[in-house]
């Protein structure tokens, strides 16, 4: 449950449907969603520009990126060429007096490439764009079936940023889906990082969760969902069946409990290799005493440091273990 929408609705029994897919992928990823005590929208992750830079999903955002991108990269393109000239009339790079004039090129053909790296991803959209046939979701078919984001963009859906969160008090539920499209019914959109493009069951959940949400706030009929990949912009169209919807009752009620058992410092949740191959959650840090230290809570946890290990992680700190496949970095 974040910390945001706790305080907003006012109940320390409402959970998120972020923590609520945690839960799903690992119980002790679920119990540091909730103690984190931040806000996880199902929202856009980066800004532009950066070294992670995703084109937008609006084309006509996209189209400003590409515009903007373009004239970025002639510009930056022109200056490093007509710089490397002047050095060159110089006499500057057979020598080594003036060496040092060459460093400021080095920051110019770092944009350049950056604006490069940027460009081919717009053009790639751009062609996904343009290939991309109206595709509908059908409520007569009941199985999961790829999608492109442009397909549905292109097949006339109303497209709506959720300004508010959803909130369900009989379910004790808040969430806001990255999108919802709308046509006869609503159809709750959330976005992945994985670089896995598999449906998984804690994806599956969410949608579920913010079909209910959004059938409970608005009495709107919502049977399908949609994941789609941040990178790629394909995924899946999920149909929202009754043992789905079933499913976020039973998990909301399985998460309460196990919250109220560790909060009364019962043993801690049990967890699966298989998640922890997956999970950021023990990616490795090195260990610098007031900087690198995992906060939950609002307070700073002592950082798991077995063996004379130099790293440490959130779920290590959190549960004290040493999770599966983590590579501590021993002290010299």
Known sequence: MSGNASNQF????????????????????GIIAVERNEEKPESDGFTFPNLSFTPSFDFEQLKAQY?????????????????????????????NSKWFYWLVEIPIIYYVVLRVQMFG????????????????????????????????VKAGYEIIEPAKHYYSSSLGLVGLPFRVLTASSRIPVIKSYSSKHQLSSSQRLRLAAYAELISSSEGSECNWGVV?????????AVPIESTDRRKVARCLREFRELIASVR???????????????????????????????VLDGRKLPAFLPDGA?????CGDRFRWTPPQFAFEKKD
Request: charged share 25%; glycine share 8%; with cysteine.
């Open 264 to 294: 009364q410092g019962h043993e801690s949740p049990k967890t699966s290799p298989n998640s922890c191959t997956r999970c950021p959650l023990n990616r490795p840090r090195t260990y610098r005493e007031g900087v690198t230290e995992t």
């Open 67 to 95: 515009h903007e991108t373009q004239k970025q990269l002639i510009g930056s393109g022109a200056l490093a060429v007509a710089y490397a000239l002047v050095l060159m009339a110089m006499g500057t790079v057979f020598g």
């Open 121 to 152: 991803k717009l053009l790639k959209d751009f062609d996904s764009h343009e290939s991309a046939k109206p595709r509908k979701i059908e409520d007569g078919s009941r199985f999961v079936f790829e999608v492109n984001w442009w397909e549905l």
């Open 228 to 236: 789609i990949f941040n990178d790629t912009k394909k995924g899946f």
């Open 10 to 29: 006012g109940s320390a029994q409402t959970i998120d449907v972020h923590s609520l897919g945690q839960f799903e992928f690992c119980p002790r990823a």
């Open 310 to 314: 130099k790293s440490h992680c959130d």
